[in-house]
């Protein structure tokens, strides 16, 4: 069983800055396949970015693409998104998910991901 805490979620003014985090309890955490999904209200939840277990492969959702970076600490059990020039179309719960997968691969499913923390609001005021 993993757990996920994800925290650093606010309010920031658009074209700002924020960095949210996720600790892990896996004992293998460097095996794991790393995510950042998000939730905006009424809608579903949507894949934002994911990292590789080794860390050396990411992906990123195109809306986010240049703005969002995605890293890990495998020392540390956690992972971060780095959130720049926000807009207020960011403005969601954003989760961080888990998934056993030691072979470089980043999935882009909600469905691909077994473990999901309870999640960390974001929102962008314009």
């Known amino acids: 069983q993993v757990q996920l805490v994800e925290s650093g979620g606010g309010l920031v003014q658009a074209g700002g800055s924020l960095r949210v985090s996720c600790a892990a309890s896996?004992?293998?955490?460097?095996?794991?396949?790393m995510g950042w999904f998000r939730q905006a209200l009424g809608k579903e939840r949507e894949f934002v970015a994911g990292?590789?277990?080794?860390?050396?492969?990411?992906r990123y959702t195109d809306s986010v693409k240049g703005r969002f970076t995605i890293s890990r600490d495998n020392a540390k059990n956690t992972v971060y998104l780095q959130m720049n020039s926000l807009k207020p179309e960011d403005t969601a719960v954003y989760y961080c998910?888990?998934?056993?997968?030691?072979?470089?691969?980043?999935?882009?499913?909600?469905?691909?991901?077994?473990?999901w923390g309870q999640g960390t609001q974001v929102t962008v005021s314009s």
């Open positions: 998910a888990a998934d056993y997968n030691p072979y470089g691969l980043v999935r882009t499913d909600t469905y691909e991901y077994e473990y």
């Open positions: 990292v590789s277990s080794s860390g050396t492969k990411s």
């Open positions: 896996a004992r293998t955490f460097s095996s794991y396949l």
